[in-house]
């Protein structure tokens, strides 16, 4: 049986890596590869030691499954370049996939393709492609969510699911809802660990130090929400009812840096949600607590 040949237009970290993950599955045969950049597309082609240099839509060839890797701003536009150039070959879309990776974004982006007759899906693997070598060895395991054409959604399912991802279908309608909980649950991390050591760096601790600190800390809260999950994994002043320390917190964030207050009081009232479940604490200090994170400075 003959493997699917894949076209890849955009083959940044994520694209590159996926087309790897595949061909080195030897479930598809990498076909042309476009970046507005030659470089960036030229380095793909090294990195999968395969495929074709393109450097304008207009040269690609035909292919079995197309991958469209861009930022979400230029898929659409790519969907009607795509249209324009072949509109002058008797390339035929019929039983062809198009797919793109963006987790904002639904396959309807793709739609101007589905009317020419091809197969419309978006996938979106949950994965930080940031080192697309790390990710070759680390990506087992990723869920990646899908939605789209039953014939592209049957095709994907099986090249994601033999790569190692677990799938979970989602609906076109949730998945700016979805995109922004993966964005908070991993890039705000990031932003969230920045806050604290600000904070500890006011509060006199030199970086090398705050980040001994915070790195290991963060470590295993993190171990303990996959072992526990977040109500049992809640831990410290409001898992205690410790109105004394919450108090004392918010008096040093306001006198040092009231940039971090909101985010301590938003977040506080998160957590304070999750205390309520843990159901170890009375009304009136559960209360107490709301109060606390209700008030304006």
């Known amino acids: 049986m003959q493997i699917p040949r894949i076209n890849i237009i955009g083959s940044g970290k994520l694209g590159r890596t996926l087309i790897r993950l595949f061909a080195d599955h030897q479930l598809v045969e ?11 597309s030229l380095a793909a082609i090294e990195f999968c030691s395969g495929g074709q240099l393109c450097e304008s839509i207009d040269n690609m060839n035909a ?6 890797a861009t930022p979400d ?18 390339l ?11 987790g904002l974004h639904s396959s309807t982006l793709l ?3 589905k009317n020419k007759g091809a197969a419309i899906a978006s996938a979106h693997p949950v994965h930080s492609f940031a080192n697309p070598e790390q990710s070759i060895i680390s990506y087992r395991g990723t869920t990646c969510t899908l939605e789209g054409d039953p014939l592209a959604t049957e095709q994907l399912s099986h090249l994601f699911t033999e790569i190692g991802s ?4 989602i609906q076109a309608s949730g998945k700016a809802l979805y995109h922004a909980a993966t964005v908070l649950g991993s890039n705000y991390l990031a932003a969230l660990q920045q806050s604290a050591l600000d904070m500890l760096e006011q509060a006199g601790i030199a970086a090398p130090d705050a980040k001994q600190i915070l790195q290991p800390l963060m470590a295993q809260s993190l171990q303990n929400l996959q072992n526990l999950g977040p109500v049992e994994a809640l831990t410290g002043p ?3 009812g410790d109105i004394q320390t919450l108090t004392a917190h918010l008096d040093a964030i306001t006198d040092q840096d009231s940039q971090h207050l909101s985010l301590y009081k ?22 107490a607590m709301a109060r606390l994170f209700s008030t304006t400075p």
């Open 30 to 40: 990498i076909g042309d590869v476009f970046n507005r950049s030659p470089v960036h």
């Open 63 to 68: 292919a079995d499954i197309w991958l469209i």
């Open 73 to 90: 701003d230029a898929i659409a536009e790519i969907a009607e370049a795509l249209i324009e150039t072949f509109s002058k070959t008797p």
């Open 92 to 102: 035929s879309w019929t039983d062809t996939v198009v797919f793109h990776a963006s």
């Open 111 to 113: 739609e101007a393709l």
């Open 166 to 169: 677990t799938i979970i279908p």
């Open 238 to 240: 409001i898992a205690r």
């Open 266 to 287: 938003e977040l506080g009232k998160v957590a304070l949600q999750l205390a309520r479940q843990q159901a170890h604490l009375d009304d009136a200090r559960l209360a």
